[in-house]
């Protein structure tokens, strides 16, 4: 099959391009930049998601169209906001597939979506859901837990911290719980999908089979840099909610009123969804150990 993937060149996206065409499925995937070239199986084009033509070029010809296009975080005055990347986006994408003669639909959303969400990050992915349901597509829509892998950023970040400081702070008590997911389980998930009748119409929550507090995925995380443990800072919750929404404000202070809603709702599912894709996740201490460890 020939898919369209929005959202290609990130960290999630390369996880699935790889995924599809160790399958067999040649890719299409938009880039702001005019391409030098591509490797065999992907076809990179110049485009944008927020620009409806260029997306509806870019679907023709192809059987299936993957939106992951998503943020975690608004900058306003760049036009980076929930609202054209989140639900603008998936219009245009929904509206492309239709004009391109495409059936097949997949989309990315996030675990905790829900139509009374609190957090805007989550109301916007909901939004950008009922897009999808409401099109006459035969869609699939899937939420990810937390997601890690080589190039992950909240994992990473952590790691970078118990490298280079004795003492790591905490928000909170660190009892908040995650259930985080590799980026190759996600990926599998997604191509799998395509092949298979039943997943249309469905939404799936996807964690991965291990589930911690903030304060054992710290000690994971320890142990697999070589650490024999963690020293934390726990700062007072009241605190925290009351400093963010200013803070926030700074571009490189790195949390938001939204981020902090979202950790604090937590971050864990049931995996029934490997009734449906039968095939056992990546453990997280594996997983990280993956790549972690070769810093070491």
């Known amino acids: ?159 970078d911290q118990l490298r280079k400081f004795p003492l790591i702070p905490v928000i909170g008590d660190g009892s908040y719980r995650m259930q985080p997911i590799h980026a190759d389980d996600v990926a599998r998930c997604f191509v799998r999908s395509l092949e298979m009748p039943e997943t249309v119409g469905q939404v799936y929550d996807l964690c991965g089979p291990d589930r911690f507090t903030y304060l054992q995925m710290l000690e994971v995380i320890a142990r697999v840099l070589g650490k024999s443990g963690v020293t934390t800072v726990k700062s007072p919750l009241s605190l925290i909610k009351l400093v963010v929404p200013f803070l926030q404000k700074i571009p490189a202070f790195p949390l938001t009123s939204d981020q902090l809603q979202m950790l604090l709702e937590e971050s864990i599912c049931d995996c029934s969804w490997q009734k449906t894709f039968d095939f056992q996740p990546i453990g997280f201490e594996e997983g990280i150990r993956g790549y972690l460890g070769k810093s070491i």
Not at 18 to 40: A, F, I, K, M, Y
Not at 53 to 73: F, H, Q
Not at 80 to 89: G, P, V, Y
């Open 1 to 159: 099959m020939k898919i369209f993937v929005a959202g290609g060149t990130g960290f999630i996206g390369t996880h699935l391009i790889r995924e599809l065409r160790s399958n067999g499925h040649t890719v299409v995937t938009l880039s702001h930049e005019r391409s030098r070239g591509t490797e065999q199986g992907i076809d990179l084009v110049r485009g944008d998601v927020l620009d409806r033509r260029s997306v509806t070029d870019a679907m023709k010809g192809c059987d299936a169209a993957i939106n992951l296009v998503g943020i975690i975080r608004e900058f306003a005055g760049k036009g980076i906001t929930f609202q054209n990347l989140h639900i603008q986006a998936t219009r245009n994408m929904v509206a492309a597939a239709k004009e391109a003669g495409i059936r097949r639909y997949l989309q990315m959303s996030a675990l905790g979506t829900r139509k009374d969400a609190v957090s805007a990050y989550h109301k916007s992915k909901y939004l950008a859901e009922e897009e999808v349901r409401e099109s006459g597509l035969e869609w699939t829509i899937f939420r990810p837990s937390l997601v890690f892998g080589p190039k992950d950023l909240f994992i990473n970040m952590l790691a």
